[in-house]
């Protein structure tokens, strides 16, 4: 191992090929021995709250329909611990992703999206096509607050549904120690 550049809170080394080799050997052994292995089908439920930055606000119309639809990707930068210690799964680097379209639901059509960024504090211009283009390009990398949660229930032919939600909250709750992103470890 060389050391190339080292500096109070990081060092940046260089490994030969040998010791890089013994070193992903004995990770993958390590993991494999220690780790449960679990389907990537099942997708994680997020609980909790988080400061998200907006990735991707994207407009499309699926194959084969006319109605307009808009999808917008979060990802957590900060996960908040909750005040009375229950139980979150929301950590760093989660993504969410928010639909909205034309007709959808009371918390899912495009009165939904507009409500959400205005309560998120993020300004939509309607005055035009150019300016709703523009506006919606300016609210990437906006920060927002989100409070995820899962809702169980037995559906119409008896089975389990599990449904994802998450709101969009105040940005009066974003304040400048939640909205350092946190470095995972």
């Not at 900060?78 to 139980?87: L, V």
């Not at 390009?137 to 599990?162: C, H, M, P, Q």
Request: with cysteine.
């Amino acid at each position: 191992m060389k050391i190339i550049k080292q500096t109070k809170h990081c060092k940046l080394i260089e490994l030969t090929e040998q010791e890089l080799k013994e070193g992903a050997i004995m990770g993958l052994l390590e993991t494999g021995k220690s780790h449960k292995p679990t389907s990537n089908d099942e997708k994680k439920q997020l609980i909790g709250d988080a400061v998200c930055k907006i990735n991707t606000i994207k407009k499309y119309v699926k194959e084969n329909e006319t109605e307009e639809r808009l999808l917008i990707e979060l990802e957590v930068i900060n996960a908040i611990p909750d005040p009375k210690g229950r139980e979150t799964t929301i950590v760093y680097g989660d993504k969410i992703t928010k639909y909205y379209k034309e007709t959808g639901g009371k918390k899912t059509n495009f009165e939904a999206f507009f409500n959400d960024m205005f309560t998120a504090g993020i300004d939509i211009d309607t005055d035009s096509e150019e300016s709703l283009e523009l506006s919606l390009t300016d609210a990437v990398n906006k920060l927002v607050y989100v409070r995820s949660w899962v809702s169980e229930f037995v559906g119409n032919d008896g089975t389990d549904v599990i449904y994802q939600n998450s709101v969009i909250k105040t940005s009066k709750m974003i304040t400048p120690e939640n909205s350092t992103p946190q470095i995972p470890y």
